[in-house]
């Protein structure tokens, strides 16, 4: 049997303006019948735009009424990017079918959100669809309050002027409440090795509690595949490995 993720060709509805780096475009068209949503929250498709072979992953904003709607950041640069910024309308993409990451135990009493704007979509829809406290951090250059319900409470950071970003001190700061819960984060790719690490060692989260996805990497080099980490780490738990051991194997799925 096929492993290849089942494709979907697209067209461009409708695109506007959520904010100044935010573009939302609404994708539908009869090549995507068929497309089901997984109905886990932070999930995604690759996305291949017109010209370009290589995808990048989007997060699912919303999937109703055969449209499909994702939203965009506009990077300095990027391949998706300078397609985004144009009038696209009536373009035709390809999309992949989705995958999704968020399993968030069932008894889980918080929920602690962090990312960058890249992870806002995810945020959103990941707030929208769970009931237990929430906690979240955003560093975003865009006024995007009204992005969310008024209920979730966020505690908005601006990106340090230098491109870099202070989410892993936000982390480190992070007064864990009592009780079992449940942590996502996404950003950066290298940093979100780190964040694992500190999870991992200094507050001995276990495995089973977090879920920290690199989302795109720093320094011009090549994106990372999206993988779903699930099956890494029933495969690695099986294997008896330790969850350093099964990052690390997750990290090398993603760079293959
Ligand atoms: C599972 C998953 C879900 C995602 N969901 C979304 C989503 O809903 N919306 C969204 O916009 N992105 C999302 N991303 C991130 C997105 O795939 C990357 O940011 C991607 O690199 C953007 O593609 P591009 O073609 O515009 O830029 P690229 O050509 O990939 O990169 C161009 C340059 O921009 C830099 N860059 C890329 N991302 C960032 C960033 N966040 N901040 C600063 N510099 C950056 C790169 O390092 C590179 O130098 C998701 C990623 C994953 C893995």
Redesign the pocket.
């Known amino acids: 049997m096929s492993t290849r993720a089942r494709q979907y060709d697209a067209q461009v509805l409708r695109r506007t303006s959520v904010s100044d780096h935010l573009v939302r475009l609404v994708l539908g068209g009869p090549g995507l019948a068929g497309f089901e949503s997984t109905g886990i929250p932070?999930e995604?498709i690759g996305l291949v735009v017109p010209g370009q072979f290589q995808s990048?992953?989007?997060?699912v904003?919303s999937w109703e009424g055969g449209e499909l709607t994702?939203?965009?950041?506009i990077?300095?640069?990027?391949?998706?990017?300078e397609w985004a910024t144009r009038d696209c309308v009536g373009d035709t993409v390809v999309i992949t079918e989705p995958k999704g990451s968020f399993t968030m135990p069932a008894d889980a009493g918080w929920l602690i959100l962090v990312g960058?704007?890249?992870?806002m979509?995810?945020m959103a829809r990941i707030t929208g669809s769970v009931d237990a406290p929430t906690r979240m951090w955003a560093e975003v250059p865009d006024d995007l309050a009204d992005y969310l319900s008024p209920e979730v409470k966020v505690e908005w950071l601006d990106p340090p002027a230098d491109?870099g970003s202070r989410l892993a001190e936000v982390v480190e700061g992070i007064d864990w409440p009592e009780g079992e819960g449940y942590f996502w984060m996404?950003g950066?790719s290298a940093q979100m090795r780190a964040i694992r690490k500190h999870l991992m060692r200094e507050v001995r989260l276990p495995s089973t509690a977090y879920d920290v996805?690199?989302?795109?990497?720093?320094?011009?080099?090549r994106?990372?595949r999206?993988v779903d980490p699930g099956p890494i780490w029933r495969a690695g738990k099986a294997a008896g490995k330790s969850d350093e051991q099964i990052w690390a194997d997750y990290d090398r799925a993603r760079d293959g």
């Not at 996805?213 to 080099?221: F, I, L, N, S, T």
Request: zero cysteines; charged letters at 20%; a negative charge.
């Open positions: 932070d995604w990048r992953y989007y997060t904003r994702v939203d965009v950041v990077h300095d640069v990027g391949l998706v990017t960058d704007l890249t992870a979509p995810a491109g996404a950066e996805m690199g989302y795109w990497r720093g320094g011009g080099v994106q990372p999206a």
